[in-house]
């Protein structure tokens, strides 16, 4: 069975049951006396105002507990239009299209903001009506509200049970519509903004829009459930419409299931009718439904609903049907686009500050129309800030690009995606909620999603076939209908290919996608990369791996502190003299290798033996050796990417748990032992990019490095405040307001303060300028001096190779040279690793 015919055939047995369930509680409702034909009205009432917030809560994720100011909004246009003599039939819709009105203009700032923010903003606007309506006396009433409410006639129905019928009739076509929204392509939208805002944007699609469109669908359910409440109960005052009335709403969403199209039925049920169950308990009511949640969201947090479905799925998979077979596409991995003419994309002088940073400085280059176009350069150089420009995601301080004559500079990204330009991510952004064919699908929509209950293009044949065919094209070979939350790495990486291709762009932005591969991934992704620069498609691709730069690009951009050090092709950026001075420090005066006696009788302090490390399926280290001598400084050396942080994040005991191999620290195997534990034992990790506590003063991040061990630990602090007296200076200054070398010196001595055995510098001149760096690099060695055992991983290979008695060389998670300092200086292997040369 087709995906296309089982999603409809689906939706088809949903409609069928939720009107066997419609008709049997309109024939209730026309039978049971007058009490009950009331508490099913409210159980329907429930259910209305729970399809609109499951679009809210269920579809785009956020959360609101004022929805009862929209309820109130419907109940009295109802009230006061009719006191005037306006017709139900008018004063009704009137009282939703008002909500629907408040619900928008109330979500254009409020869903500015996320999480707990969000919810006061909400749970503010419920009080803010709820007091105006006690204010507006002449039009309200005030704290005595409106008696004597008409109710409509519904044929020969009248009263209650006209109410009662037409709001379950109104619930039953909420649920549908919420059934058209979530299987259509602005239900996957709203998932995909859920998921990732900044990947929305990237694909054309507008997040707030989209967002404020599910407020408004919520608030006039809202404001519809709202006027029938009016005119069931014939009377509206203040305290009706208080805030417990939305934690109800919220209630019967998540209690029923959020994002399911019968959690809001079941759990209107729930919440509907417990109440009667508990009459003799009314006090307790909140605190019966609050149990109710927790114990919901503990076993199941799909809601019962949720549960329900786990329940059938495990019964499927132990008794019935085996697991159908994974759709692959057949197609030909050949671009599913007709061949034009694409433009290429021209930077000119741009730039962009973050306060006293000049993070990219007078950028310039061209990206030509089917050629790969690599920036690269050490850690810190900008490149993935220039690479946020490009996309819109940052706008420009000065300078501009343009795409074919179309100047972009400082448009928004969704406005860059729809012109032409699309991109991938260092940390993969697929929509989690979504199968991997849909990931591609929605971003085929362009941004253009259509009528909200339009039909589901997304699900058209043309539409899917087109998906799969980019699927195959971006490399990738496994089940189209998997959930892209699920997908191992590697499929991840080129699943965000295919999706950002299904823009048909003229430029597309690649931020580290070989970062995880294996080397075969790595030649597969460089051979699409050619595949795809083919068809005419602008590259752009930010990378450390330098075999694979080398290998596809055209051109090269070297990027270094914001500015452009080189341009040219791979040959002419291996043989730059600037560019190598960049990566190794070449030319540094005060960065040549020093004699220093060998430690080759010093016993091992720290030993690692036959290290594999990775993050999933994929390891990131391969069989690493290495040690270190007590009193030695040893230096860690290789590109980005290399799996040097990797290493040091496992010596350090943060990354668990080691594949195979060992950690031995002065002969006490440690491969199992966490951070607190490795701290204790005498490691301490200086981390990369620092990691000061930013709101804790200078003296309070130097004794917090002390805290495992107490004694002494003033005379401690005096000693580091004397090895760098810039701490001195600013001691009760927070840290967060430091300079970046102030703030490297500290994480320096807070890990000093630990009194260790050994210690581990994680990229220690990052970001820093020069003068710093020598005076940072001047401490370190007064350190070495003292006999202090240092494991150092630094972008600048002469500096660390100044300071070190031996190094090693890391090369994709292997090491490819090791020996002296001064002879690894003079080894190929170390341009080797760092410019593929």
Not at 395 to 419: E, I, Q, T, Y
Request: net charge positive; charged share 15%; glycine share 12%.
């Amino acid at each position: 069975m087709s995906p296309r015919f089982s999603n409809r055939a689906v939706v088809i047995a949903q409609v069928a049951m939720l009107s066997v369930v419609l008709g049997v509680a309109i024939a209730l409702a026309l039978r049971v006396n007058g009490y009950y034909v009331f508490v099913l009205a409210n159980v329907a009432l429930l259910a209305l105002v729970g399809a609109g917030m499951n679009v809210l809560i269920g579809l785009s994720g956020q959360i609101s507990f004022g929805h009862v100011g929209f309820y109130a909004l419907g109940a009295y246009t109802v009230a006061v239009l009719g006191k005037a003599g306006v017709s139900f039939w008018i004063a009704w819709p009137a009282g939703a299209a008002l909500a629907t009105l408040f619900g928008g203009l109330l979500a254009l700032p409020a869903l500015r903001v996320k999480g707990p923010y969000l919810a006061m903003v909400t749970i503010a606007f419920g009080f803010i009506v709820e007091h105006a309506i006690v204010e507006a006396r002449g039009l309200t009433g005030g704290q005595n509200g409106i008696m004597g409410i008409v109710s409509p006639t519904l044929g020969a129905l009248r009263g209650e049970r006209a109410v009662a019928v037409l709001a379950l009739l109104s619930a039953g076509v909420a649920c549908i519509g919420y059934m058209l929204v979530a299987r259509g392509q602005w239900g996957a939208a709203l998932r995909a903004v859920r998921g990732s805002e900044i990947a929305a944007e990237s694909i054309g699609l507008n997040p707030l829009v989209i967002k404020t469109v599910a407020f408004a669908v919520s608030a006039f359910t809202a404001g519809a459930a709202g006027g029938l409440f009016a005119s069931l109960s014939g009377f509206v005052t203040p305290n009706t419409f208080g805030f417990s009335q939305s934690i109800l709403f919220v209630l019967a969403v998540m209690i029923g299931g959020a994002g399911s199209a019968a959690g809001p039925l079941v759990g209107a049920v729930i919440v509907g009718l417990l109440p009667e169950v508990l009459s003799s308990l009314e006090d307790f009511r909140l605190l019966f439904f609050g149990g109710l949640l927790l114990l919901v969201l503990w076993v199941a947090p799909g809601g019962l609903v949720g549960l329900a479905q786990a329940a059938l799925r495990a019964l499927q998979m132990r008794f019935g049907s085996s697991k159908p077979a994974a759709t692959v596409s057949p197609v030909e991995p050949v671009s599913p686009f007709a061949p034009r003419t694409r433009a290429g994309l021209c930077v000119s002088g741009l730039s962009i500050r973050f306060g006293g940073v000049q993070a990219v400085s007078e950028l310039s280059f061209d990206a030509a129309a089917g050629q790969v176009t690599s920036l690269i350069g050490p850690n810190g150089a900008g490149k993935t800030t220039a690479l946020n420009m490009l996309s819109g995601f940052y706008a420009p301080s000065s300078g501009d690009f343009s795409l074919g004559g179309m100047k972009l500079g400082g448009r928004s990204a969704m406005r860059v995606a729809r012109a032409g330009i699309a991109r991938t991510y260092q940390t993969s952004q697929l929509f989690g909620a979504l199968s991997v064919i849909d990931n591609v699908a929605l971003a085929l929509t362009r941004g253009k999603l259509g009528f909200l209950f339009g039909r589901a293009r997304l699900h058209a044949s043309g539409v899917r076939s087109q998906a799969a065919a980019l699927l195959a094209f971006s490399g990738y070979r496994g089940d189209h209908d998997a959930s892209a939350e699920d997908l191992p790495h590697v499929d991840r990486r080129f699943v965000e290919i295919a999706r950002a291709m299904a823009l048909d762009p003229d430029v597309l932005l690649l931020d580290e996608p070989a970062a995880g591969l294996s080397t075969d991934d790595k030649e597969r992704l460089g051979r699409i990369l050619r595949k795809i620069a083919d068809t005419g498609v602008a590259i752009v691709v930010v990378e450390h791996d330098m075999a694979l730069v080398m290998g596809v690009s055209d051109a090269i951009v070297v990027l270094d502190q914001g500015r452009r050090l080189a341009v040219g092709s791979p040959v002419e950026i291996q043989a730059n003299v600037a560019v190598r001075h960049a990566y190794l420090g070449e030319g540094a005066a005060t960065a040549q290798p020093r004699s220093r006696a060998a430690k080759t009788g010093a016993p091992e302090l720290l030993g690692v033996n036959g290290l594999v490390v990775g993050y999933g399926a994929e390891p990131i280290l391969h069989g690493i050796d290495l040690q270190v001598r007590r009193g030695e400084v040893v230096a860690l050396l290789g590109a980005n990417g290399a799996g040097k942080s990797t290493l040091m994040r496992t010596l350090s005991g943060l990354h668990r748990p080691v594949s195979a191999g060992g950690v031995t620290l002065d002969g006490q195997d440690v491969s199992t032992l966490g951070a607190e534990s490795m701290v204790a034992l005498g490691m301490a990790l200086s981390p990369e990019g620092r990691q000061v506590f930013p709101e804790l003063s200078v003296l309070d991040n130097i004794r917090l490095g002390g805290f495992l061990a107490p004694q002494g630990r003033d005379a401690r602090v005096e000693d580091m405040l004397t090895r760098f007296p810039r701490l001195r200076e600013r001691l009760h200054q927070r840290a967060g307001l430091l300079s970046g070398g102030e703030q490297q010196m500290l994480a320096v001595a807070r890990a000093l303060m630990s009194r260790p055995r050994i210690l581990l510098l994680d990229e220690p001149s990052l970001g820093l300028a020069p003068k710093v760096v020598a005076d940072l690099f001047a401490a370190l060695d007064r350190l070495r001096e003292e006999d202090m055992t240092i494991l150092v991983v630094d972008q600048m290979a002469a500096l660390a190779l100044a300071l070190a008695d031996r190094a090693y060389v890391l090369e994709r998670g292997r090491i490819v040279a090791q020996g002296m300092a001064s002879d690894i200086a003079q080894d190929p292997a170390l341009a080797q690793a760092y410019l593929g040369a």
